[in-house]
Each structure stands twice: as structure tokens, then as C-alpha cells.
């Protein structure tokens, strides 16, 4: 398992955990308000016996003190009706609402507020009847407003815990990606200095090679001055990185048939090579970079074919929406569908010694600095796979007429 595969298991366990712990906030703030529940129920039924009560009590002066205290104190609303279905009282709802004329003897209570406070306390709670000298009562209840807090705080503690998790590791990927790419790019622009020295010396030993031994025209001195050739460019690369790349107008059919042609001596004979489409057509590129990418894709389709098979560069212009399509395809063992889209994540690889960054590093290159896309047009097991790039294309250049 390679290190990006370990850092994503790390980052699922501490999501897992994460969860865990919001289920446990939940699951003990449920009991807790359910307790309250019961509380508010026994005390509910307690104030209606004492209200059914009330008047017998009331003549006893130990008594009266209590009776008042507990009728006037309840936090929990409450309404009563008749059996005609008429409101009598009520008790713990909002006085700002519930005001009415002094001097109106018969008190009502018909405004919409009462209808929906009633509607809620029947639909929370079964009524306790009452039986207050012959006369029969029902009596209604709902939630006080700190259980009903209390019930959504699970959610709301759940939400904030998201919330900071969510930030903290937008912050966390932030810094680490930042200083990450400041050590890859360090890296990479040392390591451009490093190969400096031995390329010079390449160069040398070449010349003296040629000098020495007449050897001017031999296929071999050639092939090591495009291999000296290459790694000037790859030295390049490496020395760029962090920088903007400059892009150039090209003619996309050059540019990938030059690679093809350096890259195919250095594969197998049982590979073949073949680049159709439009010869004309142009695009805006950095031309190292994008050999960088259609090596890493050629390198992958060859890899991908295991005995014979052939490799095809397909160059179509959509002149309507004046874009270049680049199609890459191998006859090799396929890509499953559902990986069509992991392959360009950082990691990942079918081959034992892979670091899976060929096809990440790929996408990155195509869609950050030439403003295009890659992705995996086709493919199926045992016959092969299409890599589609689209790049805008430039504007032709017209010949001028004299």
C-alpha cells in the first residue's frame, strides 16, 4: 500500500470515529430529553388533580400557599376546555398574546394564536380529563420551549461538529497541500541543478566521441544525442515547476508525431505505433509539458498491452466548438467502468512498483495549465482503452495572397 492509499484509510477512520462520536451525542441526548418528558408528564398530571382540587384546598390555609405555587409557577403550557369545546383557561403561554379587555366579564379566547397553541397540544399529547364540581374538563399540555430546544440540539451539535470538521480539514489540506507543493517544487528545481552537471558532461563525451571516432553518422551516437536531447527537456521541466507555464501556438499533429517517434524505438517491437487525423490542426501549448503528457499515456497503454498490440493517436478538429479532440488508444487489457474516474487520483496503480502519479500529474497538466480535460472516452476488459484530451484549438493561419 502506497502512501496516498495509507493517508486516505487514516482520513476515512477519523471520519468514521468523528461520526461515532455525534451518534453517541445523539443517542445520550435522546434519553436525556425523553427523561425530561416523563418529568413534564408528571408534573402535567399533577397540577390537574390540584387544579381539580383546587377549591377544596384553597379553604385550608396550609394548603392555599402550595395550591398557588404550583398553579402559578408550571413552565409547562397548558390549555383547559369545556365539553362544549370552549377555552376556560389557560396557563405558561405567551402573555403578549393572550391579553384581553378588563373589563370584559366573559373572557374569549378565539384568536389564532389559541387555535394553533391547541392544535400543537393535540397533536403532542393525550388530554387528562377533569371533573370540577359535576362539570367535566380536558386539560392539554405540549413540550416547555427547553425541551423543544433540547430536542433539536442533537441535530444543531451535530451540524456545528460537521461544521468545524468540515473547516478544520479545508484548513489542515490547505496548509498541507501549501507546503507540500513548496518541498515538490524545491525538490524538483534541485533536482534540475543536479542533472545539470552530468548532462554538460554527456554533451561532452558525445562531441569527443564523434570527434575522435568519426562516428558523425552513426545511428547510435544519434539515438544517445535525442536521449541527451530528452533529458535537456526533462531538466527543463523540473526547473519549471511553480511557474506558469508559457503556452505557444502548435500544430498538435507535429508535436505528438515527433514524441511518437522518439518514444516507439525505445519500446517493444511487438508495439505498433500510428497517428491519423487532421495534420493541420493547432493548438495553444507548452510543448514539454504536453510530451509529458502523452508520454505518460503512452507509457500506460504500453504497459497495459501484454504481448502484441498496437497503440493509435487519432487528431480530430470539432470545428464548431473549436476544439481539438486527441484520442489515445491501446488494444491492451481495458479499464472496469466503475475506475474510470479513480485512475487520475494520486495513488493509484495497478503495478507493484507504481506510485500511481503518472495519470494525476496527467490531468493536472492538461486541465490546470492548458485549460482542457482528459478522461477516459472507452474501454473494455481484454480489448483495449481510449483516452480522449480535448484542448481549444488556435485560430488557423490563413496563407497571404500577394
Known amino acids: 500500500m502506497n502512501p496516498y492509499q495509507k493517508k486516505r484509510r487514516w482520513k476515512f477512520f ?46 385550608n390555609d396550609d394548603y392555599r400557599d402550595v395550591v398557588e405555587t404550583v398553579r402559578k409557577n408550571t413552565k409547562t403550557p397548558v390549555i383547559m376546555i369545556d365539553s362544549a369545546g370552549m377555552i376556560t383557561s389557560f396557563f405558561g403561554l405567551d402573555s403578549t398574546k393572550t391579553n384581553y379587555p378588563v373589563a370584559d366579564t366573559k373572557l374569549t379566547y378565539d ?41 433539536y440540539f442533537p441535530y444543531i451539535q451535530m451540524g456545528v461538529i460537521f461544521l468545524f470538521l468540515l473547516t478544520a480539514y479545508a484548513a489542515f489540506s490547505s496548509a498541507r497541500k501549501d507546503e507540500q ?75 505528438v508525431s515527433d514524441f511518437i517517434r522518439y518514444f516507439k524505438v525505445r519500446t517493444s517491437d511487438k508495439v505498433k505505433f500510428s497517428i491519423t487525423g487532421d495534420e493541420q490542426v493547432r493548438a495553444m501549448l507548452n510543448v514539454p509539458l504536453f510530451d509529458w503528457v502523452i508520454e505518460n499515456l503512452l507509457k500506460n497503454a504500453a504497459n497495459a498491452i501484454e504481448n502484441e498490440g498496437s497503440i493509435s493517436v487519432n487528431i480530430i478538429e470539432n470545428l464548431a466548438k473549436e476544439q481539438v479532440f486527441i484520442d489515445v488508444s491501446d488494444t491492451g487489457k481495458g479499464i472496469p467502468r466503475s475506475k474510470f474516474d479513480a485512475v487520475f487520483q494520486p495513488g493509484y496503480t495497478t503495478r507493484k512498483r507504481g506510485w500511481g502519479l503518472g495519470l494525476s500529474l496527467t490531468k493536472r497538466i492538461v486541465e490546470n495549465y492548458h485549460s482542457g480535460e482528459i478522461f477516459v472516452k472507452d474501454s473494455e476488459l481484454g480489448k483495449g482503452t481510449t483516452f480522449r484530451i480535448i484542448l481549444k484549438s488556435s485560430l488557423r493561419y490563413e496563407p497571404t495572397t500577394a
Do not use: C
Open 181 to 255: 507543493d513548496h518541498v515538490w517544487v524545491g525538490l524538483a528545481k534541485e533536482t534540475a541543478h543536479q542533472l545539470g552537471t552530468p548532462l554538460s558532461s554527456l554533451m561532452a563525451w558525445t562531441e569527443l566521441m564523434k570527434s575522435k571516432f568519426n562516428a558523425e553518422d552513426d545511428p547510435l551516437i544519434a539515438e544517445m544525442e535525442n536521449d541527451i536531447k530528452r533529458l535537456e527537456i526533462i531538466t527543463d521541466r523540473f526547473s519549471k515547476i511553480g511557474s506558469k507555464p508559457i503556452l505557444e501556438d502548435h500544430t498538435v499533429y507535429i508535436v
Open 111 to 151: 384568536s389564532l394564536y389559541f387555535v394553533r397553541q391547541l392544535r400543537q397540544m393535540k397533536a403532542q399529547h393525550p388530554p387528562d380529563e377533569m371533573n370540577i364540581f359535576g362539570k367535566k374538563f380536558k386539560a392539554y399540555y405540549r413540550d416547555s420551549f427547553i425541551l423543544t430546544q433540547l430536542r
Open 14 to 59: 477519523l471520519l468514521i470515529f468523528a461520526i461515532l462520536i455525534g451518534i453517541a451525542s445523539v443517542f445520550y441526548t435522546d434519553s436525556f430529553v425523553k427523561k425530561m418528558e416523563r418529568e413534564e408528564a408528571d408534573q402535567f398530571h399533577l397540577w390537574v388533580r390540584i387544579q381539580e382540587r383546587a377549591m377544596f384546598l384553597y379553604d
